[in-house]
């Protein structure tokens, strides 16, 4: 089992920044990416940034220049830089760990933290 535990969303206007945190324990082994992803009311999830074990990143279009995510394996803490915030950044916001296993990958996934933009 793998256990995240999401701080440091809050209310921020238009052109704010926030840093997510996410804070990775239990039985991290074979853990192969991190990620943060986001769900505003009546929409999808959506993938917002990846790094994987690497430390390769990936992200949504519409958040390039401005997210970047990171990672800090001392800590065992992973990161979501947010900058130039935009009204439409307003979501609850998930840490996601993805696991190595067989036969599939196995996602484990925090409980949320809120982000809300004011214009």
């Known amino acids: 089992q793998v256990q995240l535990a999401e701080s440091g969303g809050g209310l921020v206007q238009t052109g704010g920044s926030l840093r997510l945190s996410c804070a990775v324990s239990?039985?991290?082994?074979?853990?192969?990416?991190m990620g943060w992803y986001r769900q505003a009311p009546g929409k999808q999830r959506e993938l917002v940034a990846s790094?994987?074990?690497?430390?390769?990143?990936n992200y949504a279009d519409s958040v390039k220049g401005r997210f970047t995510i990171s990672r800090d394996n001392s800590k065992n803490t992973v990161y979501l830089q947010m900058n130039s915030l935009k009204p439409e950044d307003t979501a609850v916001y998930y840490c996601?760990?993805?696991?190595?296993?067989?036969?599939?990958?196995?996602?484990?996934w925090g409980q949320g933290t809120q982000v809300t933009v004011s214009s």
């Open positions: 239990g039985s991290i082994s074979s853990i192969i990416t």
């Open positions: 790094i994987g074990s690497g430390g390769s990143t």
């Open positions: 996601n760990s993805r696991k190595w296993g067989i036969p599939a990958s196995t996602d484990y």
